[in-house]
């Protein structure tokens, strides 16, 4: 892989100065703790008291009466709360409807009718049979298109449209999420060649092997929440408003969580959690979400989309149209569309003069949707990138050529003409770097295209019934470089020289921890080992709405700590320049010493410069107030393309699709910590498959049952599932940017973008049997019965 | 209910150390470890024996601590996580350093069973292939890593184990 050798220029001339830290492969901080099981998850912490809930049996009802006295006479039972226990008021969450805590209207099959803090689980159960309910049965809805009709049942008052009805005030002018540039009807009538397809792209469940778990205690006035969460700071806020409490006697704690994927927002429970601990006099209340009950309780929106392109005979695209009816579930997130949320990456992986995007964001009664890897990209990628290929097909082109032919490159301005629309206010920006061709060139490499490609349509080996062909998507990403202005970082400098990081960030599993310790170790000049980090701990007062959200914490969290760092080195050149008998800019802070530029030999540790007895330096840094999606270099935003390259084989007399290969490319800039980085790429790249292939959420109409709750039947992929996985990591840096503005030393987020990689397996699928897959997964029944259908045998 | 309240003292040795515990007839081991002994290192991902979170060794063979009585574990030998350590120096055992090394780690919730499944294979097996070392983990479920790296830990602990 052609590298870049990276020149790195700090404020303090130290251009040529060599990485120490940052670049290298490090465990992660809290490998020890995890591999030796002392890790305290909050299940592993003790409550006082157990939670259960009364789950709703109708996807929609009314509940008519309900009789909890059987279960409160219970012996152990110590709280119980019913809608007529909870305020009356909805609970505000960051990305999710805002509802009630427990509303007498359920929604879906597991809604909440009551919930039980009991002495232990047992008798949690228990008290849940003791308690009788009648419910008025109300007709329900599925479908989100269905549910867009006038005359479909309602889950709220004003409608089941979730963007008309309870769009956000900033969206106001386009609560539909629309995005818009150039003219989309000019375009369609430039082009020589148009193609318009539809799929089905059903839910994927985030199945963190660690479920859902809250657990709240009251002292007083004051409110404690240990909870595996992706966002702390959101939860915080949220429950200080809720229960009307100063921020300051609300915390948060959530020191290890087993995994989020998009699944560990704030939801309904972990305020159901805190009324039961208050009803229980503050006992410690405990929900651990069963893993039946974790299964149903979010997953990614289902989308029904549309998509069509137009391009010029010689491939030029002329027009890309989008539509979208996203499932949000009873009280999903609204970012399945309606804010068009990252919705700009899907759309502008091609250089479209002419583009829209309109998605409908629909409650339906299912249990909820949520963010998972991303607000919905594998989603719309699965939608594009199979009418880029029947663009190819129907222009004789080679489809591989017809997207580099199309794809941005460094420098190129996008969208390339001006929105007309725009509800999430993304600027117009030239791409900082995008290295998206030499990606393709290498992705191609490792799956052996050349070889392995025969053509759209048309199988590389036939045996039997077995067919084999490779299949390749590519889509554009962010890099999370995104919502600084919601987020602060405070580096404490003690005078021994060692760090303490105080951050808003979040860890779940994907390193960010150590990652951003690496990057202050390398700015301050000290060992990886004299920096600590805190997180997972409102009491630090460290700032981050978004947390674990986007891919944003390593560009954004890591971002700002360079910048707390350059603020700390200021005040530690302002406390030794009278010492050194210079100006402050005339000194060098570094690895905890100070000394004159250019004479390192007469270093002044800065425990010689305070003395023992003055506190620590601290440096802060936030993003400007209100900054969603900063620039990193003036005109400039940073983007970057994502590559999934795959090999099938296809029964086509069984429809089983054995995968063969993966070939997953990113573009981490940098890599800031390279075992981490290939970590997440082959995480993602195993859930795309599962997204693909297994991952199915069965529900069944008659009885109005989720038919696969368990591991056992909702299969996510085991070891022997998983074929190679190769990774294409392009590492590229702007040698014009500091290591501390813009991104951190280089380095973009691809957390989730290797989850988006789905389609490509749909992709080598049609190449294998010439059948086009419009819905996911591709379970061996689907594909058998799309095969039967064109009577592929 | 007599059943279902019926109890029984049992005598466990979990890592070395002998206990004698008054469980009830109906407590999974997976209970008596996290909640009586306060083993909390044996994780709970799914408690009907499916994701392989629970997994520790029972006189070295790996089974889901979810899915067996505790009392039908009289007099036997449990290995869990937290017994992997070498007490006296702290030093980790090879399996788990090899995951600490080749980021066999991420959220860390189906690490304890996945080392204890790599573990008792590798006592059988100090040389596994690659196909059986994805047999040998088949039952511990990853949502985080796609295995790859889990994989290349438990070669790399392999590797170590047959040098040494």
């Known amino acids: 892989m052609a590298k870049a050798q990276p020149k790195v220029i700090a404020k303090e001339s130290t251009a040529d100065q060599e990485l120490k830290v940052v670049g290298k492969s490090v465990p992660i901080l809290e490998a020890r703790e995890k591999i ?33 006295s059987g279960a409160e006479a219970l012996e152990g039972v110590e709280a119980v709360l019913t809608y007529r226990d909870v305020p009356d008021k909805v609970a505000e969450f960051g990305s999710h409807r805002f509802s009630l805590a427990m509303d007498q209207h359920l929604r879906y099959v597991g809604d909440y009718v009551a919930a039980v ?30 549910a867009l009709k006038p005359d479909a049942p309602k889950l709220f008052e004003e409608g ?150 137009g391009a010029k005979k010689d ?64 989603l719309l990628a699965f939608a594009i990138e199979p009418v880029v290929e029947q663009l190819a097909e129907k222009l004789g082109m080679d489809p591989i050529e017809l997207r580099l032919k199309n794809m941005p490159k460094t420098g190129d301005t996008m969208p390339p003409t001006e929105y007309t629309q725009n509800a999430s206010l993304y600027p117009t920006a030239r791409l900082d770097l995008y290295p998206g061709e030499q990606m393709m060139r290498e992705v191609l490499k490792k799956i052996d295209w050349k070889n392995k490609w025969k053509g759209l349509g048309k199988p590389a080996s036939v045996d039997g019934a077995k067919r084999r062909a490779v299949g390749l998507a590519y889509c554009m990403g962010y890099t999370g470089f995104t919502m600084d202005g919601g987020t602060s970082v405070r580096v404490v400098v003690d005078l021994d020289g060692s760090a303490t990081l ?53 560009a954004t969290d890591g971002h700002l700590v360079l910048e707390a760092v350059e603020d700390a080195k200021r005040l530690m050149r302002e406390v030794a320049a009278p010492m050194l008998g210079v100006a402050p800019a005339e000194v060098v802070a570094s690895g905890g010493k100070c000394h004159v530029k250019g004479n390192p030999e007469g270093a002044l540790a800065l425990l010689d410069v305070c003395g023992p007895l003055v506190p620590p330096i601290e440096g802060k840094a936030a993003g400007a107030p209100m900054s969603l999606y900063p620039e990193v270099k003036p005109g400039f935003k940073a983007k970057q393309p994502m590559i999934m390259a795959a090999e099938v084989e296809v029964d086509v007399e069984t429809g089983v699709v054995t995968p063969l290969k993966l ?56 070891a022997l599932d998983m074929p190679e996985i190769d990774c294409v990591l392009v590492e590229e840096v702007d040698e014009e940017s500091p290591a501390h503005e813009g991104l951190p030393y280089g380095g973009r987020g691809i957390g989730e973008m290797g989850a988006w990689g789905a389609v490509a397996v749909a992709n080598a699928v049609y190449n294998a049997t010439g059948v086009r897959m419009r819905k996911s997964p591709m379970t061996a029944e689907t594909v058998w019965e799309a095969l039967r259908r064109e009577d592929v045998r | 209910m007599e059943a279902k309240d019926a109890r029984r003292v049992i005598h466990l040795t979990v890592n070395g150390q002998e206990h004698r515990i008054d469980v009830g007839n109906n407590e999974t081991l997976v ?73 066999g780690i991420q959220c860390g919730f189906c690490s304890p069973g996945m080392v204890l499944s790599a573990k008792a294979l590798l006592q059988k097996n100090p040389s596994p292939s690659e196909q059986e070392i994805r047999e040998g983990i088949q039952g511990n479920l990853c949502r985080c890593t796609g295995y790859q790296q889990i994989v290349e830990s438990i070669q790399a602990a392999g590797e170590k184990i047959g040098r040494a």
């Open chain 1, 315 to 378: 491939g030029t695209i002329t027009a890309l149209d989008f539509k979208g009816y996203f499932d949000l579930g009873a009280y999903g997130n609204h970012h399945g569309g309606s804010n068009a949320f990252h919705l700009e990456g899907g759309l502008l992986s091609y250089k479209t003069p002419n583009a829209r995007f309109e998605a409908f964001d629909v409650h339906t009664n299912h249990f909820r949707a949520e963010c998972m890897r991303s607000v919905q990209m594998p």
């Open chain 2, 31 to 103: 209970e008596v470890l996290r909640e009586r002994l306060g083993l909390t290192g044996t994780k709970v991902g799914c408690n009907r024996g499916e994701c392989g979170a629970c997994t520790v060794l029972i006189d070295g063979e790996p089974i889901v601590s979810c899915m067996t009585l505790a009392i039908e574990h009289e007099g036997k030998s449990i290995l869990t996580i937290e017994g992997l350590e070498d007490p006296r120096t702290g030093e980790l055992d090879p399996v788990q350093q090899a995951f600490v090394e080749n980021f």
């Open chain 1, 36 to 68: 030796t099981g002392r890790a305290r998850y909050v299940e592993d912490m003790d409550a006082e008291l157990h939670v259960k809930i009364l789950p709703s049996p109708h996807p929609h009802a009314m509940v008519k009466k309900i009789d909890t």
């Open chain 1, 117 to 146: 803090a009991a002495r232990t689980e047992a008798i949690a159960e228990d008290a849940l049979d003791r308690i009788e309910v009648e419910y008025e049965v109300l007709p329900a809805v599925f479908d989100p298109e269905e």
């Open chain 1, 502 to 554: 105080y951050a808003g960030s979040q860890e779940i599993g994907q390193g960010i921890n150590t990652t951003l310790c690496m990057l202050a170790a390398e700015a301050l000049g000290v060992s990886l080992e004299q920096v600590s980090i805190v997180t997972g701990d409102t009491r630090s007062g460290a700032f981050d709405l978004y947390a674990a959200r986007s891919s944003h914490q390593l």
């Open chain 1, 160 to 309: 089941n449209d979730y963007g008309a009805s309870q769009g956000l005030p900033f969206w106001a002018e386009y609560p539909r999420g629309i995005q818009e540039w150039g003219d989309v009807d000019q375009g369609f009538q430039e082009a020589d060649v148009v193609v318009e397809d539809r799929v089905d792209v059903r839910p994927q469940v985030h199945a963190a092997l660690e479920t859902y778990v809250c657990m709240a205690g009251w002292k007083e006035d004051s409110l404690t929440v240990w909870n595996a969460t992706q966002t702390p700071t959101e939860l915080r806020l949220l429950l200080a408003q809720y229960f009307e409490l100063p921020l300051s006697k609300v915390v948060v704690l959530s020191e290890y969580v087993g995994g989020g994927f998009g699944g560990k927002y704030t939801g309904r429970y972990q305020f159901v959690t805190c009324l039961l601990s208050r009803m229980a006099g503050g006992k410690r209340t405990r929900w651990a979400l069963t893993r039946e009950e974790a299964t149903t309780y979010a997953r990614r929106p289902r989308g029904k989309l549309y998509a069509k392109i």
């Open chain 1, 663 to 718: 070939v997953s490319g990113m573009f981490p800039g940098r890599m800031v910590n390279k075992g981490v980085v290939r970590g997440q790429a082959l995480g993602g790249a195993s859930q795309s498959l599962g997204m693909a292939l297994w991952e199915e959420v069965k529900f069944d109409m008659e009885t109005c049952t989720y038919l696969n709750k368990d591991f056992h039947d909702y299969r996510i992929p085991r």
